[in-house]
């Protein structure tokens, strides 16, 4: 069982940054893969980014290629999310992702766990 609590989420004006954060219990946090979701207001849940057991592999949904960095910290069972030159259209909730599995990874089915997510405004 792993539990996910997020953080860092906020109000920033467009061109910004916020930094969140995702604290994991359990054991096991080293061999999930980690995910960062986003869920928009009257708009389905949106996959945004992934990284590995390691850290060595990242993959970003193209929209926020070169402004979101996902990271974390195996030691503080933490994975991170920087996010930069934020826009309006980034707005929404972002919820953090475990997977116990290396399928399906772009998409909410690929993951176990999940946090109560954590509100991102940008305004213009």
């Known amino acids: 069982q792993v539990q996910l609590v997020e953080s860092g989420g906020g109000v920033v004006q467009a061109g910004g940054s916020l930094r969140l954060s995702c604290a994991a219990s359990g054991r096991t946090f080293s061999r999930n893969t980690m995910g960062w979701f986003r869920q928009a207001p009257g708009k389905e849940r949106e996959f945004v980014a992934t990284?590995?057991?390691?850290?060595?592999?990242?993959y970003y949904i193209d929209s926020v290629k070169g402004r979101f960095t996902i990271s974390r910290d195996n030691a503080k069972n933490t994975v991170y999310l920087q996010m930069n030159s934020l826009k309006p259209e980034d707005t929404a909730i972002y919820y953090c992702?475990?997977?116990?599995?290396?399928?399906?990874?772009?998409?909410?089915?690929?993951?176990?766990?999940w946090g109560q997510g954590t509100q991102v405004t940008v305004s213009s």
């Open positions: 990284i590995n057991m390691s850290g060595g592999t990242t």
């Open positions: 992702a475990a997977a116990s599995t290396d399928y399906r990874l772009t998409t909410s089915t690929g993951y176990d766990y």
